[in-house]
């Protein structure tokens, strides 16, 4: 993994979870959980909920490990 910046990795977990949907391999119901762990931390962001259809950045909660 490349050394993205806090905010990168944000925009690509919301990407992701975008790309999964339209591409039809998820739920429909839009439930699911997704995380990244940011890198040389002890930290990870985590959807702080369970519906990821329509995920946003600021749904994105950081947590310790």
């Known amino acids: 993994m490349t050394n993205a910046t806090y905010n990168e990795l944000r925009e690509q977990l ?13 739920s429909h119901s839009g439930h699911g959980n ?6 040389e931390t002890e930290h990870m962001l985590l959807t702080s909920t369970g519906h990821i ?6 749904q994105l909660a950081v ?3």
């Open 53 to 58: 259809a329509h995920l946003t950045a600021e």
């Open 34 to 39: 997704m995380s990244v762990r940011l890198p």
């Open 63 to 65: 947590v310790t490990e």
């Open 14 to 26: 919301v990407q992701a979870a975008h790309l999964l949907f339209q591409s039809g391999v998820m």
